[in-house]
């Protein structure tokens, strides 16, 4: 890696070390944002079209800054999708905790998903960067990813055991529910419906139709 000389210093008068950003100028930590910037351009254009330098336009800073926070791209690539996907589970276990059945809880869900602009699938991004990384770092990355799906699995779970859905392996049901909202993030798909509600409504209405319990009844 090259090195960089920089000659200004902190307020305190101490010199900063190569190619670190001057936080206390910034609202949002520069680490922080380079995450935000990564996660974003990874998931629309994918691993090999992203560059080191686009992610810095991106967020407003120097390569150099970029660098100090994160050595390599594999390693950017990594920290980035595990925060999405960290992100994701805090964001979607708030929803799940919140008021209603499960079903209005699974298509809050879906609706804000939706709404997100991601133009690559998740699995195909993963299959394009694998070639690049670790198998430390790809452990790192399906660890986050399985954390979001047991969490799903426990009110899948909790559902089946108050007879709100039929009975079932709730973890199966969290990917199936995960995989239909990948899905749903398609172009192809958006553009079936006039908005992300009304397709969000369709999807849910597919999706519960195979693990609600009172359909289950019935055809018996």
């Given at each position: 890696?090259?090195?960089?000389?920089?000659?200004?210093?902190?307020?305190?008068?101490?010199?900063?070390?190569?190619?670190?950003?001057?936080?206390?100028?910034?609202?949002?930590?520069?680490?922080?944002?380079?995450?935000?910037?990564?996660?974003?351009?990874?998931?629309?254009?994918?691993?090999?079209?992203?560059?080191?330098?686009?992610?810095?336009?991106?967020?407003?800073?120097?390569?150099?800054?970029?660098?100090?926070?994160?050595?390599?791209?594999?390693?950017?690539?990594?920290?980035?999708?595990?925060?999405?996907?960290?992100?994701?589970?805090?964001?979607?276990?708030?929803?799940?905790?919140?008021?209603?059945?499960?079903?209005?809880?699974?298509?809050?869900?879906?609706?804000?998903?939706?709404?997100?602009?991601?133009?690559?699938?998740?699995?195909?991004?993963?299959?394009?960067?694998?070639?690049?990384?670790?198998?430390?770092?790809?452990?790192?990355?399906?660890?986050?990813?399985?954390?979001?799906?047991?969490?799903?699995?426990?009110?899948?779970?909790?559902?089946?055991?108050?007879?709100?859905?039929?009975?079932?392996?709730?973890?199966?049901?969290?990917?199936?529910?995960?995989?239909?909202?990948?899905?749903?993030n398609r172009e192809a798909a958006q553009g079936?419906?006039?908005?992300i509600d009304e397709l969000a409504d369709q999807?849910?209405?597919?999706?519960?139709?195979?693990?609600?319990?009172?359909?289950?009844?019935?055809?018996?």
């Amino acid at each position: 890696m090259s090195k960089f000389s920089h000659a200004d210093s902190d307020k305190e008068g101490t010199r900063r070390a190569p190619g670190r950003p001057k936080a206390e100028e910034r609202g949002t930590p520069v680490r922080d944002l380079v995450l935000q910037a990564a996660s974003i351009l990874f998931m629309e254009q994918g691993y090999e079209a992203v560059s080191l330098n686009q992610i810095a336009e991106q967020c407003g800073v120097t390569k150099a800054s970029v660098y100090y926070h994160f050595t390599s791209k594999p390693v950017l690539f990594t920290a980035s999708v595990t925060d999405m996907l960290r992100k994701a589970k805090a964001g979607t276990e708030r929803l799940l905790e919140s008021g209603g059945s499960l079903r209005e809880r699974l298509l809050r869900i879906a609706q804000v998903r939706l709404a997100r602009s991601q133009h690559a699938e998740f699995e195909t991004l993963m299959r394009e960067a694998s070639h690049w990384l670790t198998a430390e770092q790809k452990n790192e990355i399906r660890e986050a990813e399985d954390h979001l799906h047991q969490l799903l699995a426990v009110h899948f779970r909790k559902a089946v055991d108050a007879g709100e859905v039929k009975k079932g392996n709730p973890l199966l049901m969290a990917h199936l529910y995960t995989a239909l909202l990948m899905i749903g993030n398609r172009e192809a798909a958006q553009g079936m419906y006039g908005s992300i509600d009304e397709l969000a409504d369709q999807m849910m209405d597919l999706f519960w139709s195979g693990i609600d319990s009172e359909r289950t009844q019935e055809k018996a």
